[in-house]
């Protein structure tokens, strides 16, 4: 028997998970689509496909076993029927332009990590050698106050000239 997807009526997540809680289900379908499969749910004399989330479209996985795991997992169903008549794998066209783009960053994110972390390795290091010369914060400050009075009397000497 073909379903009309078209005659389907669609049920959102939310609902699924309240009828689950309720053990209101009674059976699930796995039916095959253009591009994926779809899951229909029993409860009472409705069947109705899952929605996904924000579009209030039929949900599609794009494999058999993504479908079943949902169906074990989520719905806690350990049989379910599968209607493969409709399914068509190479309909749909699937394509993630950003993919290579997330990728490269996730490698960027990857290497700065690894260099982040030798250098603080380097600095732990340095910090536990006896030989490292250890500077006194005050010594630091009075070096830096004597810059800075260079360069503000640089500033104003410059000033006044023009």
């Keep these: 028997m073909v379903r009309e997807i078209a ?16 053990q209101a289900i009674h059976g699930a379908t ?3 689509q253009p591009g994926g499969w ?13 929605a996904a989330q924000r579009s209030r479209q039929m949900r599609l996985w794009r494999h058999l076993d993504t479908a079943a795991s949902f169906i074990r ?18 309909a749909v066209e699937r394509r993630r332009p950003d993919t290579a783009e997330r990728q490269r960053q996730a490698h960027a994110a990857a290497e700065h990590d690894r260099w982040f972390r030798a250098e603080v390795q380097k600095a732990l290091v340095m910090a536990d ?3 490292t010369v250890w500077v006194a914060h005050e010594d630091v400050k009075a070096r830096w106050a004597t810059k800075r009075a ?7 000497a410059s000033e006044d000239e023009a």
């Design 30 to 32: 796995v039916l095959g």
């Design 73 to 90: 997992d989520e719905l806690h169903l350990p049989r379910f029927e599968v209607d493969a008549v409709g399914h068509e794998p190479e």
């Design 7 to 22: 005659k389907l009526e669609m049920i959102d997540s939310k609902a699924v998970k309240s009828l689950v809680d309720a």
């Design 129 to 131: 050698d006896p030989a």
């Design 38 to 50: 779809a899951v229909l749910v029993r409860y009472g004399a409705l069947e109705k496909a899952v």
């Design 150 to 156: 260079a360069l503000v009397a640089r500033i104003e």
